[in-house]
């Protein structure tokens, strides 16, 4: 049967492995009939849990700035009733991530304990500076899990601008720690994240430091300190008057192409140093700027399949996607939607009714969509009336989606 290993943002595949595929089948009968029949009693299977608001960087690129440290967290009673009900509902993955630094949660080190306690499998993205705390629970951590630090850099100096941490960390002091946890447990996978800025880019009038010309350094650097991957993605901006976010907004061609090469050039480079040396990761929507696909990816169909599949668990809400995480179009629930049978329920009929009134065609028009593949797949597959159980089933690999 085949495998996901090397197709890390093949969600079609993902939705047809062994352990999800008869969720996938339930969910297209449901839209052929959805006006008699109730949402499957499925939970997602993948979340996005952000523990907390609290951030001690100030990233001058960051898509979440307007909702970080307002002093909202989950509680930890809340986090296991919730992960405890998804997991009886069919939650397979959890992804540490999004809106404040998971690792200032004062309970981060039992939180992972108890979700590794529910043979979960786990992401956890960080900006690095509490690695001690993800060194103290590495061992609890399996092959199909990861930690993904986002650097962003390959110089110092470029790594404080682009962060402005509040506290003393540096470049330096994030590698090692990445390299010891990696010498904890050699099992987990550890990721160097790197968001390419492109000179020109701008927010609120201030022009962003560019970094274009530290990603071969970048994959050298992830190679040398036992990083697993580095995965690459463009940055997005939070566009002010619909708080959306949006890729390549308001570029000329001339311009768009400019960068684009840039980009090749040095991404090329990098692959010819490491020959196969470390895992180099390129996101959907990078993938779509190199390919000159941008326009083709902000066309999504009219309704978002992926938000039964996976969702936003945030101290300010439920949300149906990490794009809109905050915004109230999107909300499904309050924090706690998830946390006894009777919110899953409602929360559920929720998300039934997002997906038959939530306009992704035209919401979703400026936003470079991680699913917007996928998305389609559901949708064409949907209206084609073929039998379901022509779909294929692919072997598991992971279940992050």
């Not at 981060?108 to 499998?121: A, M």
Request: glycine share 6%; with cysteine; proline share 2%.
């Amino acid at each position: 049967m085949d495998k996901l290993r090397d197709r890390e943002f093949d969600f079609s595949s993902k939705l047809r492995q062994e352990s999800t595929i008869a969720r996938l089948r339930e969910y297209i009968l449901w839209r052929r009939n959805s006006i008699h029949q109730k949402l499957p009693n499925f939970g997602p299977i993948s979340i996005n849990l952000d523990l907390t608001s609290a951030c001690n960087f100030s990233c001058p690129h960051c898509v979440d700035s307007k909702i970080i440290n307002t002093g909202e967290y989950l509680r930890l009673e809340d986090i296991k009733q919730t992960i405890n009900v998804l997991h009886s509902h069919g939650l397979l993955s959890v992804i540490l991530l999004g809106g404040g630094e998971p690792t200032l949660h004062k309970h981060f080190e039992e939180i992972v304990r108890y979700i590794k306690g529910t043979r979960l499998e786990l992401g956890v993205v960080t900006n690095g500076s509490r690695l001690d705390k993800v060194a103290r629970v590495a061992e609890l951590l399996g092959e199909k899990d990861w930690v993904r630090i986002s650097i962003d850099a390959a110089k110092e100096d470029t790594f404080k601008k682009l962060h402005c941490p509040k506290n003393h960390v540096t470049l330096n002091h994030i590698l090692h720690k990445a390299r010891e946890i990696k010498g904890i447990n050699p099992l987990v996978s550890i990721g160097y994240s790197f968001v390419i800025l492109w000179e020109g880019m701008e927010i609120n009038g201030n022009e962003l430091t560019r970094n274009t010309d530290e990603i071969t350094d970048a994959v050298e650097l992830a190679r040398e300190y036992s990083f697993d991957f580095i995965s690459f993605k463009p940055c997005l901006i939070r566009l002010e008057d619909s708080q959306k976010e949006s890729l390549l907004d308001k570029v000329d061609k001339k311009r768009e192409e400019r960068i684009v090469e840039e980009i090749k050039i040095n991404l090329h480079k990098a692959k010819n140093i490491v020959d196969g040396g470390i895992k180099i990761l390129e996101s959907v929507n990078l993938q779509a700027m190199m390919s000159k696909e941008v326009n083709q990816l902000k066309r999504q169909p009219k309704r978002c399949h992926m938000q039964f599949f996976r969702t936003v668990v945030a101290p300010s809400g439920i949300f149906h996607c990490p794009a809109f995480r905050g915004l109230e179009k999107a909300k499904i629930a309050a924090s706690d939607g998830y946390a006894t049978n009777s919110n899953f329920e409602e929360s559920l009929e929720a998300i039934a009714r997002s997906i038959s009134t939530f306009d992704a065609e035209n919401e979703c028009k400026v936003v470079g969509c991680f699913y917007h593949h996928v998305n389609w797949w559901l949708e064409n597959f949907t209206n084609s009336g073929r039998d379901i159980d022509e779909i294929e089933t692919v072997g598991d690999d992971n279940f992050f989606l």
